[in-house]
Nanobody, 120 residues
Framework: QVQLVESGGGLVQPGGSLRLSCAAS????????MGWYRQAPEKQRELVAT???????NYPDSVKGRFTISRDNAKNTVYLQMNSLKPEDTAVYYC??????????????WGQGTQVTVSS
């Protein structure tokens, strides 16, 4: 089992910045992919950013150029730097990890979610 602990959410004004962190712990062979998803009220959960173990990021167009994902493999931690925040970025942000074991069995884990509210 893998546990994910998120931090860094909160209230910020439009145009402001926030940094989210997510630390993974537990039985970890390889954190194959780490990332963030978000879910706004009455909307489906959507991709925000992912990053592979090799450091390759992936972003949807809605956040490209504003958000930056990074990871510290030594600390099993993924970060999301969010700049130029907009009211439409308001959502619960969930940390996501896909692990693999020695036999290449992949397993997905989710954090408990952290609220990000962008409002004046």
């Amino acid at each position: 089992q893998v546990q994910l602990v998120e931090s860094g959410g909160g209230l910020v004004q439009p145009g402001g910045s926030l940094r989210l962190s997510c630390a993974a712990s537990g039985s970890i062979f390889s954190l194959y992919v780490m990332g963030w998803y978000r879910q706004a009220p009455e909307k489906q959960r959507e991709l925000v950013a992912t990053i592979t173990s090799g450091g390759s990021p992936n972003y949807p167009d809605s956040v490209k150029g504003r958000f930056t994902i990074s990871r510290d493999n030594a600390k099993n931690t993924v970060y999301l730097q969010m700049n130029s925040l907009k009211p439409e970025d308001t959502a619960v942000y969930y940390c996501y990890v896909r692990t693999r074991n020695a036999a290449w069995v992949l397993t997905d884990y989710w954090g408990q979610g952290t609220q990000v509210t962008v409002s004046s």
